[in-house]
């Protein structure tokens, strides 16, 4: 039987029992990839670039940039966290969402004008670039503790391993076939040498 009569067989009976047809459930994008995060934090430095917010506003989005790509590469540390969502958040939405929405005043009035209990959009706009910034710079450091704690860990199993204190951990550091041995007649300096003022002058 054909598919498309299976599929009005199936939709008659469901009329006849009166119940309705479940929509299929929408496809759930994916994650951002690394790539995309880069790319997206490259359009947010397109929006600032030539003079188009002041250069306070510019300036601290450089900041934020530049910390959340040193970021990007470790997210794979933070796992499925709120942290990790953070990051990508801040590159496709937080970021790009205050800067367009400060351009999309005119200048004039969105430096100068107050609306929120007497800060200006610009001095709105400048409060969560800070946030941003002390928010991205937990973030990173939390990244690098994983790596530094996974150093540390790695530190004391040598040491465990190597150390002093350990057993059967030593190495041995005899003589090998490739080490001479030592001359009999050598002194500390060197060979034998015949005394001074023999057969010379």
């Known amino acids: ?16 029992t009166g119940r309705r047809e479940e929509p299929e459930p929408a496809p759930v994008p994916a994650p951002p990839t690394n790539d995309d995060l880069l790319a997206a934090l490259v359009r947010v430095e397109q929006l600032v670039a030539g003079g188009a917010v002041p250069a306070v506003v510019a300036s601290r989005v450089g900041r934020v940039v530049r910390v959340v790509r040193e970021t990007i590469p470790r997210l ?55 946030l941003l910034a002390a928010t991205m710079d937990k973030v990173f450091d939390a990244v690098n503790r994983a790596d530094a704690a996974a150093l540390i860990t790695h530190g004391r199993f040598l040491q465990e391993k190597f150390g002093t204190g350990s057993t059967g951990g030593g190495l041995a550091l005899g003589p090998t076939e490739s080490t001479p041995p030592p001359d009999p007649g050598a002194g500390p300096a060197g060979p034998l040498s015949p005394p001074a003022g023999r057969g010379g002058s």
Request: proline share 4%; glycine share 12%.
């Open 1 to 16: 039987m054909a598919l498309g009569a299976i599929f009005s067989k199936l939709t008659g009976f469901a009329r006849l």
């Open 76 to 130: 794979g540390n933070l796992g499925g966290s709120a942290q990790a969502y953070s990051v990508m958040a801040t590159c496709t939405d937080y970021l790009p969402d205050a800067i367009g929405g400060y351009l999309r005043l005119p200048r004039q009035w969105a430096d100068t004008r107050p609306v929120d209990r007497g800060k200006t959009s610009l001095m709105l706009l400048i409060d969560q670039l800070d």
